[in-house]
């Protein structure tokens, strides 16, 4: 069984941080590409950001500058830190990884999602 499990989101200011946590556990024998996603009410799921196993990273253009993933391959964990945030950030993110329970076999794991909500 793989478990992927979300952190570090509540309530904060305009222009305030907040750091996400995203923990893999389980039989795991490597973890792939991690993601984090964000949906807002109303709105559809978006990819905010991703990193590789090589830590290659991507931002959906609305948090570049702003955001940060990153990730420790060690500790089978991955992270989003958020600067400056914004109302329009307000959503509920979710982790989101390829994990291999089995060398070569590949499947995609979500976490239950953390809300964070920009408000004055």
């Known amino acids: 069984q793989v478990q992927l499990v979300e952190s570090g989101g509540g309530l904060v200011q305009p222009g305030g941080s907040l750091r996400l946590s995203c923990a893999a556990s389980g039989n795991i024998v490597s973890t792939g590409t991690m993601r984090w996603y964000r949906q807002a009410p109303g709105k559809q799921r978006e990819l905010v950001a991703s990193?590789?196993?090589?830590?290659?990273?991507n931002y959906a253009d609305s948090v570049k500058g702003r955001f940060i993933i990153s990730r420790d391959n060690v500790k089978k964990m991955a992270y989003l830190q958020m600067n400056s945030l914004k109302p329009e950030d307000t959503a509920v993110y979710y982790c989101?990884?390829?994990?291999?329970?089995?060398?070569?076999?590949?499947?995609?794991?979500w976490g239950q999602g953390t809300q964070v909500t920009v408000s004055s």
């Open positions: 989101n990884a390829a994990i291999a329970r089995i060398y070569g076999y590949w499947n995609d794991y």
């Open positions: 990193i590789t196993s090589g830590d290659s990273t």
